[in-house]
């Protein structure tokens, strides 16, 4: 696939996905949808020895200031039902990925952009990073899981009041409400994330999947993640990556991980 306005650069097993609109303070379109659902249903998960994945956006105003919103006008309700549902779909496949995928949010994160940080599975906020899920000023609701995942990680009090009265919220009420990781200096945002995946690097590959899947079963509908667990837990048994983390721990040294 040709990518327009996702630019991607792959270096040390971590690759960077820069969501490049800046005029558009990097609104998703649909192309740049698009390019997002390639890349983590089909380039992403085939790239040998990924560490992780940063996303982030160009420039210094946004990380992304929503769904792209000209592309809203005649939308009818049908139309609008299956754009929510597609963008539903992409940013499941983001949080299922394989490996880590880290937001790092450089400025505004609003509306779809707020909700592609929540769909990824670490967040770091750069100290202007700009929180907020706007849409009931355009007579919409969040529409890529943002009343969902947003009571996730900062309860329903907040998270109402927030999709209610469409407020921003800075940096540091974002990390003290629990929707972000760490908060940086501006311009930190993505040696932070690196830093951040290296050292789970260091960590063994299968059980690190496991442990996003196994935590997301917490959310997902019909699903017992306890029995989740449980599975998990044997499979990772029956790894030899188990095999040489136990006798690197007897041996008292570091283990050495191939993933298998
Ligand atoms: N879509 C398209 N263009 C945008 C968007 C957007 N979301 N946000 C900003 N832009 C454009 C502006 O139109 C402007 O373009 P131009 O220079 O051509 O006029 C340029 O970016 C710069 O923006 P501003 O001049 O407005 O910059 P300010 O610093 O004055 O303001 C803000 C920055 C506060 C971020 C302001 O731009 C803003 O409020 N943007 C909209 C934020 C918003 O409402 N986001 C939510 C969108 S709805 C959504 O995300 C729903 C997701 C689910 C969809 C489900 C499918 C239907």
Redesign the pocket.
Known sequence: MQYENVQIAIEHGIATLVISRE???N??NRQTLSELEHFFGEYGPEIEHLKGVIITGAGE??FV??????E?SG?SATE?QA??QR?QDIFFLIERFHRPVIAAVNG?A????C?LAMACHLRIAGEKARFGQ??V??G?I???G?TQRLIQYIGKTKAMELLLTADLIGAEEALRLGLVNYVVTAGEEITKAKELLEKIATKAPFAVSKIMETVNAYFEDGEDGFEREVSAFGECCGTEDFIEGATAFVEKRKANFTGK
Do not use: H, Q, R
Not at 65 to 70: F, H, K, L
Not at 110 to 113: D, I, N, S, V, Y
């Open positions: 005029k558009a303070l609104a998703l105003k946004a200031a929503g769904a792209d919103i000209t809203f939308l609008g754009l929510a963008g505004f609003l509306g779809g952009g909700e706007p849409e000023n355009l919409l969040p529409g890529y943002g």
